[in-house]
T-cell receptor, first 113, second 114 residues
Framework: NAGVMQNPRHLVRRRGQEARLRCSPMKGHSHVYWYRQLPEEGLKFMVYLQKENIIDESGMPKERFSAEFPKEGPSILRIQQVVRGDSAAYFC???????????FGSGTRLTVV | GENVEQHPSTLSVQEGDSAVIKCTYSDSASNYFPWYKQELGKGPQLIIDIRSNVGEKKDQRIAVTLNKTAKHFSLHITETQPEDSAVYFCAASMGETSGSRLTFGEGTQLTVNP
């Protein structure tokens, strides 16, 4: 049973480009969460999704960031017109229901140059 | 919203000694408190968790204690080994009330010296 799969592991983008981060949850998990980790800091909640629904996006910046979890395929975190401050590790977690059984992926490390 | 503070930020111990990491939380509605271990270049891995109806939980060399009145919880690692070296994060959640989001502490870099 594969764990939470995130790709790419590393992503380099120039300022102004778009970044697309993908997350495939564990089999049987219908809840997906995205967190951002700045260097030497803890993880900060961004968004919580279930299939085809955004449940809680209170941690998402109001502009340039969006997330989706379509009926088919992985969850996508999209960052438009990236800036240097977007450089961070982005982690996805999935769970079968709610807060217990959270499993994190290995993350995508985004570097904006 | 919930706020979690974690201390110390760095901790260095000799192999075989015990390590204790402490966290405080602000919202008395929080009812779930997991601890994660993060190794370099990897995602956080759950090592132990505790719910608010329990005061202590133990799993081999790892234990967690919870004081609801004082709103603090602690991770205890006994007989530390070099492979315990990593960053440890505490977290708190109000469960489904908060959309199942976790609020993390800032992390503790634990180094176990052989």
């Amino acid at each position: 049973n594969a764990g939470v799969m995130q790709n790419p592991r590393h992503l380099v983008r120039r300022r102004g480009q778009e970044a697309r981060l993908r997350c495939s949850p564990m089999k049987g998990h219908s809840h997906v969460y995205w967190y951002r980790q700045l260097p030497e800091e803890g993880l900060k909640f961004m968004v919580y999704l279930q299939k085809e629904n955004i449940i809680d996006e209170s941690g998402m910046p109001k502009e340039r960031f969006s997330a989706e979890f379509p009926k088919e395929g992985p969850s996508i975190l999209r960052i438009q017109q990236v800036v240097r401050g977007d450089s961070a590790a982005y982690f996805c977690a999935s769970s079968p229901s709610g807060v217990t059984g959270y499993t994190f992926g290995s993350g995508t490390r985004l570097t904006v140059v | 919203g919930e706020n979690v503070e974690q201390h110390p930020s760095t901790l260095s111990v000799q192999e075989g000694d015990s390590a204790v990491i402490k966290c405080t939380y602000s919202d008395s509605a929080s009812n779930y408190f997991p601890w994660y271990k993060q190794e370099l270049g990897k995602g956080p891995q759950l090592i132990i968790d505790i719910r608010s109806n329990v005061g202590e939980k133990k799993d081999q060399r790892i234990a967690v204690t919870l004081n609801k009145t004082a709103k603090h919880f602690s991770l205890h690692i006994t007989e530390t080994q070099p492979e315990d070296s990593a960053v440890y994060f505490c977290a708190a959640s109000m469960g489904e009330t908060s959309g199942s989001r976790l609020t993390f502490g800032e992390g503790t870099q634990l180094t176990v010296n052989p």
